[in-house]
């Protein structure tokens, strides 16, 4: 089991920018009245907010980390590490970190780098650019975690159009000598890693003609190989039951006293399924925020989205012990326990 326990380090502020284009679940027109409501009954998701064509999820995060560089008073020059978590790239090549370095106007020695992760990648990030600079060799540094699924999904295909919203976050890391840091328990099981999957467009399976061939999968699922395909019922079984272990063995392992946890923020998947996972934990509603309603399913973005958006003025007035777990697609979870203290955290920017 990945356990990690990485010390000297502290979390400084987060920020989170989404698309002021907003989609409501109740308009969308391929789907009738009583699917709309079973629809957001079971998933919580009434509306999301989706990108214009042209915009990208670095375009998302920039306007972020711009914003919160500002709000920390850091110097550019003193950023020395920056990391991209998400599935949505600017290119296949060159890495997305590398244009947001220039972008940004990080120095040229930054330590640049991509993940290419969904739903748990901002604790496989965090647990990343914590190790960078547990040593105190690198004093600053940038996570940036978001995704445009809205991109990725058949407008005809109701098991995953009207479930994911699009938005960018940037998390600031900072060295300090003798923190207690971040605990982390991660893992993965890549036999399932057809339950959320895009076939077409890669290198195993490399575009052609036929990848743009529409098929009718099931009644209201209209996809082509170019489009997300999620297997509904695989992934709620892994996320009720891969969600609960994953959390009991961190606290387990690292002797955590789970009523000390002021707040635990799931991966925002469904109400449903996030739902299960609370009960199974015995955790209180009011300890477990929820940002499915206005902003749906974000991939790799809805975890900080949830503490910038359901969570600002209790992280930003004091100290909070805080739990974050994220699951999903890969199949793959993370999850991390540390202490936030005064966090910086601009007002939720909006982009045109």
């Known amino acids: 089991m990945a356990f990690l326990h990485i010390k000297n380090v502290v979390l400084r502020g987060v920020a989170a920018c989404i698309p002021a284009r907003v989609e409501e679940?109740?308009?969308?027109?391929?789907?009738?009245?009583?699917?709309?409501?079973?629809?957001?009954?079971t998933t919580g998701i009434e509306r999301r907010h989706i990108v214009n064509t042209g915009t990208c999820?670095?375009?998302l995060c920039l306007k972020a980390a711009e914003q919160l560089i500002n709000e920390l008073k850091w110097d550019t020059k003193e950023i020395e590490a920056l990391i991209f978590v998400s599935q949505t790239p600017d290119y296949i090549l060159p890495a997305t970190s590398c244009l947001l370095q220039d972008r940004l106007g990080l120095p040229a020695d930054c330590i640049s780098l991509d993940i290419s992760l969904g739903c748990s990648g901002?604790?496989?990030?965090?647990?990343?650019l914590a190790s960078y600079m547990q040593t105190g060799m690198i004093k600053k540094a940038l996570l940036l975690a978001g995704d445009t699924s809205s991109l990725t999904c058949s407008k005809k295909d109701?098991?995953?159009?009207?479930?994911?919203?699009?938005?960018?976050?940037?998390t600031a890391l900072e060295f300090s000598e003798g923190a207690d840091g971040f605990k982390f328990h991660l893992g993965c099981d890549g036999s399932g890693s057809n339950a959320i999957i895009i076939n077409d467009g890669g290198y195993r399976n490399p575009f052609n003609s036929e990848s743009l061939t529409t098929s009718d999968i099931a009644e209201g699922i209209s996809r082509s190989k170019l489009h997300l395909a999620l297997d509904g019922m695989d992934v709620f079984s892994f996320g009720i039951s891969m969600?609960?272990?994953?959390?009991?063995?961190?606290?387990r392992r690292f002797n955590i006293d789970k009523e000390k946890i002021d707040f635990f923020y799931f991966h925002q998947a469904n109400k449903m399924?996030?739902?299960?996972?609370?009960?199974?934990l015995l955790l209180p509603e009011h300890k477990v925020p929820l940002s499915l309603r206005q902003f749906g399913n974000t991939s790799s973005a809805s975890i900080p989205l949830t503490m910038v958006t359901q969570t600002a003025k209790a992280l930003s007035s004091g100290e909070n012990e805080v739990l974050a777990c994220g699951f999903g697609v890969g199949l793959s979870w993370g999850t991390v326990c540390f202490t936030a203290k005064y966090l910086t955290i601009p007002e939720l920017i909006y982009y045109d």
């Open 25 to 41: 679940n109740t308009d969308l027109a391929h789907m009738t009245a009583p699917d709309i409501e079973k629809l957001v009954a």
């Open 57 to 59: 999820t670095s375009d």
């Open 122 to 128: 901002f604790v496989y990030g965090l647990s990343t």
């Open 158 to 170: 109701k098991s995953t159009y009207p479930l994911f919203g699009d938005a960018g976050t940037v």
């Open 243 to 251: 969600a609960p272990e994953t959390v009991n063995a961190l606290l």
């Open 273 to 280: 399924m996030n739902e299960r996972i609370r009960k199974k």
